[in-house]
């Protein structure tokens, strides 16, 4: 094949370079990837469909020679120190107006030094957030693209074929400035963090609480998904509780250990919200759950030396069983997780809002939910909701202020609380429905007793308050 015929090139043919790289290529465009491995290369052309051009290649050298200018080359290695070797390789190969791509999980401050680096010697580098797993990238993920608009231009034909789509429209779009990309694609991710939890939360109340089956979770959860609550995570939980163990012949889901991993995006998440003064507490339950849930060995003797103490305290064990309907409790329960999931994107796209400005990102939110409407692990029926809402006021710092969701939220509340006191009066830990609730109670309040708190600094370290009734900083000499 002559030498500069390639459209796309690709650095990395793990399964998620590979997979992308396919995809590419099935809509008819000519891919190559490297790989240092010969048997990724081999592996990812063997992969290729019938009709479609790939070729991977084991030296930088040669993707490079072969690709179009300017080249777009995408990098899907590990996040840090690997992607910046990549393009120290890449920077005498390529020319000025080629395009880098990191499609990796990169810290977003990461991706605006490389941005910064790269600008002066005239090579566009565009950080994308890429969700939907490999499946996703093999026949649609969502993407969320940032940086250099004008190389998001030149990228658009490529993205919008390969990425999935609502409605015929692309779940891919410019995300803003900067690191924008990997910033909006760090907070789909604490947003998933939360919303895993909830389900998780419902399931035990569910389970260990109502003492419903696995069969009639997966009942429950399958006909969740076919109201408000449709959605990737409440379709794929539905279809754990039916996968059986081959090995124990019981529910697969019975036999997993209660530990969960990260990746650290959820933590990111997290303390850069901290950084930026905003209140994400269902994000960061859901953050603090997993640390808790590490924590087996002591857990284990937790239960052991308290529930002897209580027995002991009380002459009674503390009850899992619930003395509900379960119809009842089934009901509660899904409405408390709608509103609760509702609230944890409140939570997230607040924190976009608050970066847009902060971090002058720029941020069009109405593309955020727009490219998270399908591919992505997020996606949902609500996002069509948000992405109303934000046609109505783009610029709406939170979404609790549009009418039409304060309505949808308020009509699930009254289930949330009763989710969350069946839990605290039963012993369940449900942080994530708890925070959402308080989230919800302390923004929907017009007075909160903060003032007192204002109180006590002045009086301990005089830091001065203000007032209700005029203007200025006040001290008082506390008695």
């Known amino acids: 094949m002559d030498n500069q015929t390639f459209d796309f090139g690709m650095v990395g043919l793990g399964v998620m370079g590979r997979n992308l790289l396919l995809n590419v290529a099935d809509h008819g465009f000519k891919a190559i990837g490297f790989d240092k491995d010969p048997k990724k290369t081999s592996d990812f052309e063997a992969a290729a469909s019938a009709g479609t051009t790939v070729k991977g290649v084991n030296t930088l050298e040669e993707m490079v020679a072969q690709l179009a200018m300017p080249r777009r080359i995408m990098i899907l290695v590990p996040a840090g120190k690997p992607v910046d070797d990549v393009i120290e390789s890449l920077l005498p190969l390529v020319s000025k107006g080629d395009i880098i ?86 907070v789909h991710n604490g947003i998933e963090y939360a919303i895993m939890q909830l389900i998780c939360e419902t399931y035990d109340l569910l389970h ?20 408000e609550l449709k959605s990737y995570l409440i379709e794929i939980t539905a279809a754990i509780f039916k996968q059986m163990d081959p090995e124990t012949g019981k529910h ?112 069009p939110l109405h593309n955020a939910v727009k490219v998270w409407r399908g591919g992505c692990i997020i996606r949902s029926t609500l996002l069509g909701t948000f992405y109303e809402a934000y046609q109505r006021n783009p610029a709406i710092s939170n979404l609790l202020l549009d009418d039409a969701i304060a309505e949808l939220v308020t009509q699930q509340i009254g289930s949330l609380r009763k989710a969350v006191s069946l839990a605290a009066l039963n012993g369940f830990a449900a942080g994530g429905l708890m925070n959402a609730l308080t989230y919800y109670d302390a923004f929907t309040t017009a007075r909160l007793p903060l003032n007192l708190l204002q109180a006590q600094r002045d009086y301990f370290g005089a830091h001065t308050y203000e007032r209700i009734d005029r203007e200025g900083k006040f001290h008082t000499q506390w008695t």
């Open 101 to 186: 791509i990191d499609g990796g999980n990169t810290y977003y401050t990461d991706t605006l030094r490389r941005y910064e680096y790269l600008q002066p010697k005239g090579i566009h580098f565009i950080g994308i957030g890429v969700s939907g797993g490999e499946e996703g990238a093999r026949f649609g993920p969502s993407m969320m693209p940032g940086g250099d608009e004008s190389a998001w231009q030149q990228l658009k034909p490529v993205l919008t074929s390969i990425a999935a789509k609502v409605n015929g429209e692309a779940c891919v779009d410019y995300m803003g400035k900067g690191a924008a990309g990997h910033f909006v694609k760090m």
């Open 252 to 363: 697969l889901v019975d036999s997993i250990l209660d530990k969960a991993g990260s990746k650290g995006t959820g933590k990111w998440t997290s303390q850069i919200a901290m950084d930026l003064g905003v209140a994400i507490p269902t994000i960061d339950m859901a953050v603090t759950m997993r640390t808790i849930s590490a924590l087996k060995s002591d857990r284990l003797a937790a239960e052991k030396l308290h529930r002897e103490m209580q027995i002991r305290l009380t002459n009674a064990a503390s009850a899992t069983s619930l003395s509900l309907d379960k119809k009842e409790l089934a009901e509660d329960c899904r409405k408390a997780l709608f509103a609760a999931i509702i609230l944890s994107y409140v939570q997230g796209m607040s924190m976009l809002h608050t970066a847009s400005k902060d971090l002058a990102m720029d941020i």
């Open 208 to 227: 260990r609480g109502g003492k419903f089956s696995n069969e009639e979770l997966h009942e429950l959860f399958s006909n969740w998904n076919d109201g």
